[in-house]
C-alpha cells in the first residue's frame, strides 16, 4: 500500500524532526566516512517501522552487501557469513521500531551484526580474542631486524585482492581487531567493549594482526617476483 | 629523515613493544627519537602505516546469494502467521 511513496523518499519528513535519523552522536569518525546517508533511506526506514515488508526489502538491499561483507570478512566462510546476514535483518526486522536516529542508521545496523557474529563465535565457545597470541609472541611477531637488510618496503606493491586473502589468512583473534579496526573503522573502545578485552589487548592483537600481515604480504610480493 | 646508526636488537626491541600503543599517539611515533636514526624500524612501521591505510580502502564488495533473501522472507512471513494465529 505504501510501496509508491518511496519514490519521493527525501521529501518525507523524519518521524521525529528534533532527532534527524542521520545526526551523527560522534565526532568525525571512520564510520561517518563509510556511512554517507543514502538516497530514499529515511523514507524507507520510517515505512519500515510501520511494518512496511517493502521498504524492509529496500533497506535489505541498500544495506546487504556491507552486512554480508563485514560477516565475511570476520568469520572468513561464506556459508556462516550467508546465516549471520540472516540473522542480522532477522534482528533488524524485530528491532527496527527502536531506532530512534541517534546514530546513522548504518552505523547501527552494523553494530547489530557485529553483535550477531561476536554472539554465534561465543556460542561455539571461540575465543574472540587468543590470550596465547597475546601474551606470548610467537617468533615469527618477533624482532625483527629479519627485513631490514634488504630496505625494501611494501609502499605501492599490494593491491586489493592481495590484502584480502592476506587478511583471510590471520588467526580468527587477529583477524576480528584487524576488521574491525582497520577496515571498519572502529575504535580500540569500542572493541574492547565488543569483545570484552582490556584497550591495550585491543591494541596489542591489531598490532600484532598488522605485524602478521606484513609477512604474508611480503611473501605474496616475493612470491609475485620469483614467479 | 632517518640517519644511519647501528642500533642494538635490544633498542629495537624496546622500540617495537612500545608500537602498539605509539601507533594510536601519531605524535608520539613520528616524533620518537629511535625512528630518526633507525632505518629498520622506520621500514617497519612505514610498512604497518601502509597496511592500515590500504585496509581501509578495503570497500564492501561481496554480495550474499539471493537465497539469504529468499529466507529472511520465509521466516517473516511464518512468523507473520505464526503471529496472527496467536492474536
Ligand atoms: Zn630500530
Redesign the pocket.
Known amino acids: 500500500m505504501t510501496k509508491n511513496t518511496l519514490r519521493t523518499a527525501e521529501k518525507i519528513p523524519s518521524p521525529t524532526p528534533s532527532q534527524p535519523l542521520t545526526a551523527e552522536a560522534r565526532p568525525v569518525h571512520q564510520q561517518q566516512r563509510r556511512n554517507p546517508p543514502i538516497a530514499g533511506e529515511l523514507a524507507a526506514i520510517a515505512l519500515a517501522q510501520q511494518g512496511d515488508g517493502a521498504s524492509f526489502e529496500v533497506l535489505y538491499n541498500m544495506h546487504k552487501r556491507r552486512v554480508y561483507s563485514l560477516c565475511l570478512r570476520m568469520l572468513g566462510n561464506v556459508a556462516e557469513a550467508e546465516d549471520l546476514t540472516q540473522e542480522a535483518f532477522l534482528q533488524l526486522h524485530r528491532k527496527i521500531a527502536t531506532f530512534r536516529g541517534d546514530s546513522a542508521f548504518s552505523t547501527w545496523l552494523h553494530r547489530m551484526a557485529v553483535n550477531v557474529v561476536l554472539m554465534h563465535l561465543r556460542k561455539k565457545g571461540l575465543p574472540l580474542v587468543s590470550l596465547e597470541e597475546t601474551l606470548e609472541p610467537s617468533q615469527e611477531d618477533g624482532p625483527r631486524k629479519d627485513f631490514g637488510t634488504r630496505d625494501l618496503t611494501l609502499s605501492g606493491s599490494i593491491d586489493r585482492i592481495t590484502l584480502e586473502q592476506a587478511v583471510e589468512e590471520l588467526p580468527p583473534g587477529y583477524r576480528m581487531v584487524f576488521v574491525l579496526h582497520d577496515v571498519e573503522g572502529y575504535e580500540h573502545n569500542e572493541i574492547a567493549e565488543m569483545l570484552q578485552c582490556s584497550i591495550g589487548n585491543s591494541k596489542s592483537q591489531l598490532h600484532k594482526a598488522r605485524m602478521r600481515l606484513r609477512i604474508l604480504l611480503r611473501q605474496k610480493a616475493d612470491g609475485k617476483v620469483d614467479a | 629523515m632517518t640517519s644511519d646508526r647501528i642500533?642494538t636488537p635490544r633498542?629495537?626491541d624496546e622500540?617495537?613493544q612500545q608500537l602498539p600503543g605509539l601507533f594510536d599517539s601519531e605524535h608520539g611515533l613520528q616524533q620518537h627519537a629511535?625512528l630518526r636514526t633507525?632505518k629498520?624500524?622506520s621500514s617497519l612501521v612505514r610498512d604497518l602505516e601502509y597496511i592500515a591505510a590500504q585496509a581501509k580502502l578495503l570497500l564492501p564488495i561481496h554480495d550474499p546469494s539471493p537465497a539469504v533473501w529468499n529466507n529472511i522472507q520465509t521466516v517473516l512471513s511464518r512468523q507473520a502467521k505464526d503471529g496472527n494465529k496467536s492474536s
Do not use: K, V, Y
Request: net charge negative; glycine share 0%.
Open positions: 642500533h633498542e629495537c622500540f617495537q629511535h633507525c629498520n624500524c
